[in-house]
């Protein structure tokens, strides 16, 4: 089958591989439709985590709409042509994690995560032919009808995203908010801010683009390299700072700036994804603000996923709002080199498999 293989950093091709295979009874073959590619795959393709993958081995992606094409003999959900989605990590739904909600720390899978190398299962990406669902039942998800692949692609990591950093954020009425971040999840995360308040939502990123997608949300844009950036968060708050801040940028300086545009008592809920070791962040400022730190970043997208799709079904977020770009699988390396880049105006692709 053909996939795309990550061969170093910026540089993925689209191989013929060995199609997966039935290896234990509770496993579902899935033949892809419709996939994409996430804002967290760009530290494997940047080459940040080396150490996790395999060059010339490790395929990619982790967000799927897909057609069930084989099915394990254990298996009770699921029937050859049945149209699904999966969390973008793997979750038994029994374990001791499963059952208190951190189902991406699934005990059973032992934090397998599909498309991300060797340090999480070793699992083959959905930005391929056909993928092997293993644990089916515990966390594999029907799509509705209602739901398009293209939406139904937005279930497996984004959007359940969004709505867990957007609920940890506890955002009431006359909040002032800031996301921190406006790529596709931020964009999301910002759009179901809209809801929740009725004040101003000041949107924080650095490539223009972004910034017209937060302005036509409703939000106030602010570029990160604006030299006007403190005196615009204190005229906005009185001076005090912003009451909610939700970061999903994930990098140490964007949290820094979440301390430091955020009024006392605040709270940051960060849905980003960390991976730096020892980025100094001040104890001291978080202290004397009295801040609550929320963490959601290695998200529990299967918990989410059933709010997520319900939102969808009913129309309260259109996820493919956010949807700049649709390509297929040969054209998935230079759209993921544009996606990295920051280049040509592409906030999210569709790749059709
Ligand atoms: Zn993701
Ligand atoms: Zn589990």
């Known amino acids: ?25 509770g496993d579902v073959i899935v033949k892809t439709r419709t996939a994409s590619m996430c804002g967290s795959d760009l530290y494997l393709f940047n080459g940040e985590v080396e150490h996790m993958v395999t060059p010339g081995r490790t395929t990619l992606g982790h967000e799927v709409c897909a057609e069930v094409v084989e099915v394990g003999g254990a298996v009770g959900r699921f029937a050859v042509g049945d149209r699904v989605t999966f969390p973008y990590s793997v979750s038994c739904g029994t374990c001791f994690c499963c059952r208190v909600g951190q189902t991406a720390h699934c005990e059973t899978s032992g934090k397998a995560i599909y498309g991300f190398g060797m340090a999480f299962g070793d699992l083959g990406g959905s930005q391929a032919e056909y993928v092997r669902v293993p644990l089916a039942d515990g966390h594999l998800e029907h799509v509705p009808p209602e739901i398009g692949d293209e939406a139904a692609i937005f279930l497996s990591c984004n959007l359940p995203a969004a709505v867990t950093a957007v609920d940890a954020a506890a955002i009431e009425p006359t909040d002032t908010v800031a996301v921190v971040g406006c790529g596709p999840t931020g964009l999301l995360a910002l759009e179901l801010a809209r809801q929740r308040t009725g004040q101003e939502i000041l949107a924080f990123d650095r490539v223009p683009e972004r910034l017209v997608r937060a302005k036509e949300l409703g939000a106030r844009p602010v570029d990160v390299e604006s030299a006007e950036l403190d005196g615009l968060v204190a005229e906005a708050t009185s001076g005090r700072g912003v009451d909610k801040v939700i970061e999903f940028a994930g990098r ?17 809920s960060g849905g980003g994804v960390y991976l730096e070791q020892a980025h100094p962040v001040s104890l001291f400022d978080m202290y004397f603000k009295n801040l609550q730190i929320r963490l959601n970043g290695f998200a529990n997208a299967k918990t989410a996923q059933w709010k997520a799709m319900q939102m969808v079904a009913k129309k309260v977020i259109d996820p493919t709002t956010v949807v700049s770009h649709e390509v297929d699988l040969d054209g998935l390396p230079s759209a993921a080199a544009a996606f990295a880049g920051r280049r040509g105006g592409l906030v999210k692709m569709l790749v059709r498999v």
């Open 1 to 25: 089958m053909r996939a795309a293989v990550y061969h170093g950093p910026g540089d993925i091709r689209i191989d013929d591989v060995e199609a997966p295979r039935i290896q234990d009874p």
């Open 252 to 268: 140490g300086d964007a949290f820094n700036l979440a301390v430091s545009i955020s009024r006392p008592g605040a709270v940051i």
